[in-house]
Every structure is written in structure tokens, then in C-alpha cells.
């Protein structure tokens, strides 16, 4: 290992490729169009397919795969299950590409309302 990957803390090869898998799932047009919506707030899948105008079973599939990854989460309300992304770095992760992509300041301020959640609250711990 060379002084300056020591300096800086390379993170490990393991960190990289779940990084990079992330990233992968974040790749696909209608996979960030729904972790953007999901970021603005919760929403069903049925509200995530008329947003993004796709299929209910398209959607669904899409979710699966951002779910198993654990970028979003889903909880049920009555006979309805709603999604929603609680991480506040996968919103910022999604806003700040967004928002260069966009090159304005639209982008920031629409997902800026949402408080962030601690990872205490996730129950992921410290």
C-alpha cells in the first residue's frame, strides 16, 4: 500500500463492491426515478406507476431489487404496502447527481423538506 492510499483511508474491497452494486441498481433510469420519488416521500406501488408510467408488475420488480439491496424499505399500512427510502446518505447520494445532472438548484430544493432519519431511528445503531 502506497503513503497516500494509507493518508486517505482506501476503504476495503468489500466496501468498493457493495458500493459499486448499489450504484449498479441506481443505474437504471426507472430504478433512480423511483428512489427519487421515494425520497420526496412514501408512496405505494400503485402511485410509483402512474409517476413513473410504468406497469404495477415492472415497478414491482424494480422495488425488489432496491429493497433487497435495503435502499428502500417498505412497511404495511392496512392492506396497502408503502415504500419509502429512510437512509438520508441514499437521498443525498440521489440528490447531488440529480441536482449536477440538472446543473440548478430544482433538483436540491424538492427533496430538501424531508428531515433526515438517524440510523438510530433505522435501528441500524451508531
Given at each position: 500500500?502506497?503513503?497516500?492510499?494509507?493518508?486517505?483511508?482506501?476503504?476495503?474491497?468489500?466496501?468498493?463492491?457493495?458500493?459499486?452494486?448499489?450504484?449498479?441498481?441506481?443505474?437504471?433510469?426507472?430504478?433512480?426515478?423511483?428512489?427519487?420519488?421515494?425520497?420526496?416521500?412514501?408512496?405505494?406501488?400503485?402511485?410509483?406507476?402512474?409517476?413513473?408510467?410504468?406497469?404495477?408488475?415492472?415497478?414491482?420488480?424494480?422495488?425488489?431489487?432496491?429493497?433487497?439491496?435495503?435502499?428502500?424499505h417498505?412497511?404495511?399500512?392496512?392492506?396497502r404496502?408503502?415504500?419509502?427510502?429512510?437512509?438520508?446518505?441514499v437521498?443525498?447520494?440521489?440528490?447531488?447527481?440529480?441536482?449536477?445532472?440538472?446543473?440548478?438548484e430544482?433538483?436540491q430544493?424538492?427533496?430538501?423538506?424531508?428531515?433526515?432519519?438517524?440510523?438510530?431511528?433505522?435501528?441500524?445503531?451508531?
Open positions: 500500500m502506497t503513503r497516500s492510499a494509507e493518508r486517505l483511508g482506501d476503504p476495503s474491497a468489500e466496501v468498493l463492491q457493495g458500493a459499486a452494486a448499489a450504484f449498479g441498481l441506481l443505474a437504471s433510469p426507472m430504478r433512480l426515478h423511483i428512489v427519487w420519488i421515494l425520497a420526496q416521500g412514501d408512496c405505494d406501488v400503485t402511485g410509483l406507476a402512474e409517476r413513473v408510467g410504468a406497469t404495477l408488475p415492472a415497478v414491482s420488480q424494480h422495488l425488489a431489487k432496491l429493497k433487497l439491496a435495503g435502499l428502500v417498505a412497511r404495511r399500512e392496512g392492506r404496502q408503502v415504500y419509502l427510502v429512510d437512509d438520508p446518505d437521498v443525498t447520494v440521489v440528490r447531488v447527481m440529480v441536482a449536477q445532472l440538472a446543473g440548478d430544482t433538483a430544493g424538492t427533496l430538501s423538506h424531508r428531515p433526515p432519519v438517524s440510523r438510530d431511528a433505522r435501528g441500524l445503531g451508531a
